[in-house]
């Protein structure tokens, strides 16, 4: 019996290691007495798995996984300034792929090409091409792990919806439509009038996301390399006095008459649970929502959320004139029913980075933690549990509605969440988020910082646009236009050469 219960231990110990970047072995577990630091935001979306699965983890190999947490406004630069001074308090991190071309210039990161290439457990191949590119590549090496895969997408009440024999909104004039009928009708049975559309737009809670979503439509129509942020001749910022961003900025503006009056001041998880105890007929947000719906401890609308890529757009900004034109064949060639969809990868997705400056080994745990939540057993359940703030992103998450229906969704839920997803991802005229130098100051900086004002009244859209634009000229300006240029053009996929 003795001899029998070795054998087991033994077999146990090499179930538990397999699969692992860096094998359990005879003299013990891989990682046994490291500790990685890892550092990520406030969530508790994101950071969630990093705490479920961290000790699971150390029983696999021995490393303790130690988590901080700073609000999202603070991570950018609490890496930054943990990293450049040398201070060196983290091993990891959990980072957006928009900071790729600050870390990686600046020495933070460490490559992770030759890790990936060694590691047959992470089944490289089945993510998505897209989060592979956009989320793990820079400058044609490997610096993050994806763990996440974002699209904006809009969510609809499909009861009340159909109740009122309205289909969901291609056009944002059309989401407004809907959101103008159903504010101030009880959503919900409580006696109590409840909301059109609820979209969270407080100041440094990345709501400043949701206007480029506005702008998409009539700011991109070529195809994903067109790009929406600058001209890519000129690069004179997009986001400026035109009007095609002016009525962006509007739009943008008066579903405000249609939310909570305190709306200015809700977060991303203010509007979800609006959304989720049925207070709001529409919402914005990523995948997440599709998730949290099925949560019972949380959602009130189970089986009640339709999922629809992001309302477009049918007349479209001619740069040459500086006009907005009518979408036809030529100034839209992808529009469908004559709408111009330009689905956003907003923020694209959240990824695991390890630091340049750590120990040899301590890197080879943080990635090796990395790849655990990465690979698919893990990522193929977290993907479905609201919580964890992780959003499809492996091909296999997407070929089958079985785990999604095996976590709560009933079958015409699963297809149409993905279908929605798998549209944004497929989209021609998909478009990128900033990923250049300074991304962090164009985008969470100064177009947070004037959007709220404009919220606030403090300026009327032609001044809040012409203010982003004359912000977003010093800041190229400052860290050098040209090189801006050249960089623009290589994340959209335009040679430079």
């Given at each position: ?150 699209f904006h997408m809009v969510y609809y009440r499909t009861d009340v919806f ?144 339709g999922t629809v890529v992001i309302p477009g757009a049918k007349e479209v ?180 050469k």
């Amino acid at each position: 019996m003795k001899k029998m219960r070795v054998i087991f231990a033994l077999v146990l110990a090499v179930l538990l290691g397999f699969g692992m970047a860096g094998k359990t072995n005879a003299q013990g577990k891989q990682f046994e007495g490291l500790t990685v630091n890892v550092l990520s935001f406030t969530g508790p979306q994101v950071t969630e798995p990093l705490l479920r699965r961290g000790p699971d983890f150390e029983a696999l190999t021995g490393a303790n996984i130690e988590v901080t947490t700073v609000p999202f406004a603070e991570l950018y630069n609490s890496i930054l300034t943990d990293q450049s001074t040398g201070t060196n308090s983290y091993d990891a991190f959990v980072m957006s792929p928009q900071w790729n071309a600050d870390y990686v210039n600046a020495g933070i990161l460490e490559n992770l090409s030759s890790y990936v290439a060694n590691d047959k457990d992470i089944a490289w191949d089945d993510i998505a091409p897209f989060f592979r590119n956009y989320i793990a590549t820079y400058a044609g090496n490997i610096y993050v792990v994806p763990l996440d895969g974002d699209f904006h997408m809009v969510y609809y009440r499909t009861d009340v919806f159909e109740k009122a024999g309205l289909q969901p909104p291609h056009t944002w004039e059309e989401y407004l439509e809907a959101a103008a009928k159903f504010n101030g009708q009880d959503l919900n049975g409580d006696s109590e009038a409840d909301y059109g559309s609820c979209i969270p737009k407080v100041r440094q809670g990345q709501s400043f996301w949701w206007i480029v979503d506005f702008a998409s439509g009539r700011l991109q129509s070529q195809g994903t390399g067109q790009g929406i942020f600058f001209n890519t001749e000129t690069f004179d910022p997009l986001f400026g006095p035109n009007p095609a961003f002016i009525k962006a900025l509007e739009l943008f503006k008066e579903t405000s008459k249609y939310g909570p009056a305190d709306e200015l001041t809700l977060d991303l998880n203010s509007t979800r649970d609006l959304f989720l105890t049925g207070r709001c007929a529409l919402t914005m947000d990523w995948g997440d929502i599709g998730s949290l719906s099925i949560d019972p401890e949380r959602s009130k609308v189970q089986d009640l959320v339709g999922t629809v890529v992001i309302p477009g757009a049918k007349e479209v900004l001619d740069r040459s004139t500086g006009e907005l034109v009518p979408c036809d064949s030529t100034t839209c060639p992808y529009a469908i029913d004559g709408v111009n969809y330009a689905p956003f990868a907003a923020f694209g997705g959240w990824g695991g980075a390890v630091s340049a400056a750590a120990d040899q080994k301590v890197k080879d745990a943080a990635y090796a933690f990395f790849s655990y939540l990465n690979q698919p057993a893990q990522s193929n359940v977290d993907v479905t549990i609201g919580k964890s703030g992780y959003n499809p992103y492996r091909l296999s998450q997407f070929s089958s509605t079985d785990p999604w229906v095996q976590a709560g969704f009933s079958e015409t839920a699963a297809k149409n969440y993905l279908g929605a997803i798998e549209g944004s991802l497929s989209s021609p005229n998909m478009v990128l988020d900033l990923s250049i130098p300074s991304t962090n100051r164009y985008l969470q900086v100064t177009l947070d910082t004037v959007v709220s004002q404009y919220l606030a009244g403090e300026f009327t859209a032609e001044e809040a646009a012409q203010e982003i634009f004359n912000q977003w000229n010093e800041i190229s300006s400052e860290v050098g236009r040209d090189a801006q240029q050249q960089a623009y053009l290589a994340s959209l996929g335009i040679s430079t050469k």
